[in-house]
């Protein structure tokens, strides 16, 4: 029993179910879900554009979290998780800022348009880059604090982009997964290919922050080793 | 008003032209999360080769 613990725990593990459901996702996204009449071949970014949106609305709420918990429990840990947290979700937002006017051009007939949801999801880009761009190299617990602040002030722009979907006047679609009323603007198959796209984007991130939480506690480690040779050759 | 006529324009356009479209999407997305998942794997081994050196060195001070 705990060996069979011991392998659902560890990483390769993990990175096998991973790249099984992404090669479940792949397989329903290019032969299983229908081609979608009006936009064509193309609304087939949607799986991915979308399941990467809400990745990234994961990770940075993991980072507004992880935050409070650092600020409230001053555990390095916490601040390891935050920082992992943060870079994964600024990946997943650059996907989402490619892959957007990618999908754009054929069906809007432009790259980019300076419109509510667009500018915000690049102002919540441009918070979290300087969000690492605070905590380059250097550990320093002042500036892990104030990142920590950045970490949780820059989450209230998640919120108000999912408003600006709903509620503003956009060019951006309007929400098909989950429409007023609680029912689905999208066929069953579409469906059922876009849940199975959203677990494995889901899986990644998981995987990737375990990953990058470990390169993170190395890190503190190899700073805590120098700082004892420093003692040592001192003293 | 722009939008709505390109949208027109493209409704009759053959599959394969807008296929490029989602040829870039996809490539995007492995590329980018390849790129990073090789970059960090070697950050880790970076730091945990860093890791055994600084190890080492210090059994080396103790011992001296």
């Avoid at chain 1, 029912?183 to 796209?197: E, I, K, N």
């Avoid at chain 1, 959203?198 to 990058?212: G, K, P, S, W």
Wanted: charge should be positive; include cysteine.
């Amino acid at each position: 029993m705990q060996k069979l613990w011991s392998i659902i725990r560890s990483s390769i593990f993990h990175a096998i179910i991973m790249y099984v459901s992404m090669i479940i996702a792949i397989y329903l996204v290019f032969i299983y879900a229908p081609t979608e009449k009006m936009q064509g071949i193309v609304q087939k970014i949607f799986y991915f554009h979308v399941s990467s949106a809400i990745t990234m609305f994961f990770a940075f709420f993991v980072v507004c979290v992880a935050s409070i918990m650092y600020l409230w429990k001053d555990s390095d840990w916490w601040d390891a998780v935050a920082l992992s947290a943060a870079e994964i979700g600024v990946v997943f937002c650059t996907l989402v800022l490619i892959t957007g006017p990618i999908w754009a051009r054929p069906i809007w007939g432009t790259w980019w348009s300076w419109d509510p949801t667009l500018t915000l999801t690049l102002v919540l880009w441009l918070i979290y880059v300087a969000y690492l761009m605070l905590r380059i190299e250097v550990y320093d617990p002042k500036r892990a604090r104030f990142a920590a602040i950045l970490g949780i002030v820059g989450f209230v722009d998640v919120p108000l982009i999912r408003w600006s979907v709903e509620k503003w006047r956009t060019l951006h679609p309007k929400p098909v997964l989950i429409q007023e009323g609680g029912t689905t603007g999208l066929p069953f198959a579409m469906w059922q290919t876009f849940v199975v796209c959203l677990v494995a984007f889901l899986l990644l991130f998981f995987y990737l922050l375990r990953e990058r939480v470990s390169v993170a506690q190395s890190r503190h480690a190899l700073e805590g080793l120098r700082h004892e040779i420093d003692e040592i050759l001192a003293g | 008003m722009r939008s709505t006529r390109s949208l027109q324009g493209k409704m009759g356009e053959p599959m394969e032209k807008n296929f490029w479209y989602l040829f870039a999407a996809y490539s995007t997305i492995w590329t980018a999360l390849c790129v990073y998942m090789i970059r960090l794997s070697q950050k880790n081994k970076e730091l945990q080769a860093e890791l055994r050196d600084l190890q080492a060195q210090i059994a080396r001070v103790l011992t001296k």
